[in-house]
T-cell receptor, first 111, second 115 residues
Framework: DAKTTQPPSMDCAEGRAANLPCNHS???????VYWYRQIHSQGPQYIIH???NNETNEMASLIITEDRKSSTLILPHATLRDTAVYYC????????????FGTGTSLTVIP | ETGVTQSPTHLIKTRGQQVTLRCSSQ?????VSWYQQALGQGPQFIFQ???????GRGNFPPRFSGLQFPNYSSELNVNALELDDSALYLC??????????????FGNGTRLTVT
């Protein structure tokens, strides 16, 4: 299954949109892109996932490029509580629940 | 809807001892997975259980073992504890046999310290 590449850290001003990129250039056609975040000392929290169409829920939007080799998680109005490590994960039929988390992006929302 | 719950939240053990960690799956979920997260790293997959049988395992030695019960709750057992086993242990559950478009939902973990 495909692995992902994310920047190690990012800053975002409170109230502005946070755009977190992820590269998954070896993704297969039947693999989904998942996003989780982990606030210090808590378990990973599911945010959103998608296959090829853009997705939006109450937490975030997921934009997947047409070639599916990269995606962007958008937090439209970042708050201090969005400070966390964000993980982009690719998951397919051969993955099951075996997620490869990598090291993620540490997002700091600045007042 | 009850989320994934884990017990205990913190635990201190001595090298060479054995430990059992417990997990209650989210309501309606029948697949459970366990992850180990060392300090400063992302979670690493240990194994998963479906229908009370292990059906996937990561790169962990046999002294890491598990059980899943008919009510879908689960245990992680670690024998002959080593100092490097100190970590946050996370349990995650999902719906309907781990289909790959069904999100995993995680508990807040058990912090194990081995001295």
């Amino acid at each position: 299954d495909a692995k992902t590449t994310q920047p190690p850290s990012m800053d975002c001003a409170e109230g502005r949109a946070a755009n977190l990129p992820c590269n998954h250039s070896t993704i297969s056609g039947n693999e989904y892109v998942y996003w989780y975040r982990q606030i210090h000392s808590q378990g990973p929290q599911y945010i959103i996932h998608g296959l090829k169409n853009n997705e939006t829920n109450e937490m975030a939007s997921l934009i997947i490029t047409e070639d599916r080799k990269s995606s962007t998680l958008i937090l439209p109005h970042a708050t201090l509580r969005d400070t966390a490590v964000y993980y982009c994960i690719v998951r397919g039929p051969n993955t099951g629940n075996q997620f490869y988390f990598g090291t993620g992006t540490s997002l700091t929302v600045i007042p | 809807e009850t989320g994934v719950t884990q017990s205990p939240t913190h635990l201190i053990k001595t090298r060479g001892q054995q430990v059992t960690l417990r997990c209650s799956s989210q309501s309606g979920h029948n697949t459970v997975s366990w992850y180990q997260q060392a300090l400063g790293q992302g979670p690493q997959f240990i194994f998963q259980y479906y229908r009370e049988e292990e059906n996937g395992r990561g790169n962990f030695p046999p002294r890491f073992s598990g059980l899943q019960f008919p009510n879908y709750s689960s245990e992680l057992n670690v024998n002959a504890l080593e100092l490097d086993d100190s970590a946050l242990y996370l349990c995650a559950s999902s719906l309907v046999g781990g289909q790959y478009n069904s999100p995993l939902h995680f508990g807040n973990g058990t912090r194990l310290t081995v001295t």
